[in-house]
C-alpha cells in the first residue's frame, strides 16, 4: 500500500514502472470494475506512480482507458471514475472511442481475448487511439 512515509525511496517495481511510463506517449490503463468503481489495487498503483508530489510520471501524460468486466455494462463506471481522477493530473484521456468488454467470462479462453466481435472491436479501438495519439504529437 501507498506509504508517504516511504515515498522518498520506493520500491523497484515503482521504479521501474515509472520508467516505463515517462519512455511512454501514453498510457493504457485496462481496469476492472469494482463495486462500480476502480479497483483498489489498481488506485493504489496510480497513486504510487503519481508521487512525490509533482513528479512527472503521470502530470500531462495522455490516458486510454479500456476494460472487461463479467457485468453486462463492461467497465463503463470504472472508466468514468479514472476520467474523473485523471483531471488532477492535467492530461488529456483519449476519448474518441470506448472499449468495454462485458461478460467477459465468456469472450476470453485460457486468459486470452477469443470473441471475434470484441477483437474487432480492439482494433477499431487501437486504431483510433493510434490517429488520436498523431494529433496529439
Same mark, same amino acid.
Given at each position: 500500500? !501507498?506509504?508517504?512515509?516511504?515515498?522518498? *525511496?520506493? !520500491?523497484?517495481?515503482?521504479v521501474?514502472?515509472?520508467?516505463?511510463?515517462?519512455s511512454s506517449?501514453?498510457? #493504457?490503463?485496462?481496469? @476492472?470494475?469494482?463495486n462500480?468503481?476502480?479497483?483498489?489495487v #489498481?488506485k493504489?498503483?496510480?497513486d504510487? =506512480? %503519481?508521487?512525490? !508530489?509533482?513528479?512527472p510520471t503521470?502530470r500531462?501524460? @495522455?490516458?486510454?482507458l479500456a476494460?472487461? &468486466?463479467?457485468?453486462? +455494462?463492461?467497465? +463503463?463506471r470504472?472508466?468514468?471514475?479514472?476520467?474523473? +481522477?485523471?483531471?488532477?493530473?492535467?492530461?488529456p484521456v483519449? %476519448? *474518441?472511442?470506448? #472499449?468495454t468488454? &462485458? !461478460?467477459?467470462? %465468456?469472450?476470453?479462453?485460457?486468459?486470452? =481475448?477469443?470473441?471475434?466481435?470484441m #477483437?474487432?472491436? =480492439?482494433?477499431r479501438?487501437? *486504431?483510433?487511439?493510434?490517429a488520436?495519439?498523431e494529433?496529439?504529437d
Amino acid at each position: 500500500m !501507498f506509504n508517504q512515509d516511504v515515498e522518498a *525511496d520506493p !520500491f523497484p517495481g515503482v521504479v521501474a514502472a515509472k520508467e516505463t511510463i515517462q519512455s511512454s506517449q501514453c498510457l #493504457l490503463l485496462v481496469t @476492472p470494475e469494482h463495486n462500480y468503481g476502480v479497483p483498489g489495487v #489498481l488506485k493504489n498503483a496510480v497513486d504510487w =506512480l %503519481s508521487r512525490p !508530489f509533482g513528479d512527472p510520471t503521470l502530470r500531462g501524460r @495522455p490516458l486510454a482507458l479500456a476494460g472487461a &468486466s463479467t457485468g453486462y +455494462m463492461g467497465t +463503463m463506471r470504472a472508466q468514468l471514475a479514472w476520467r474523473q +481522477m485523471w483531471h488532477f493530473f492535467r492530461a488529456p484521456v483519449f %476519448s *474518441d472511442a470506448e #472499449l468495454t468488454v &462485458s !461478460f467477459a467470462a %465468456s469472450r476470453f479462453t485460457d486468459g486470452r =481475448l477469443t470473441d471475434e466481435e470484441m #477483437l474487432a472491436q =480492439l482494433d477499431r479501438y487501437l *486504431d483510433a487511439l493510434h490517429a488520436w495519439l498523431e494529433r496529439c504529437d
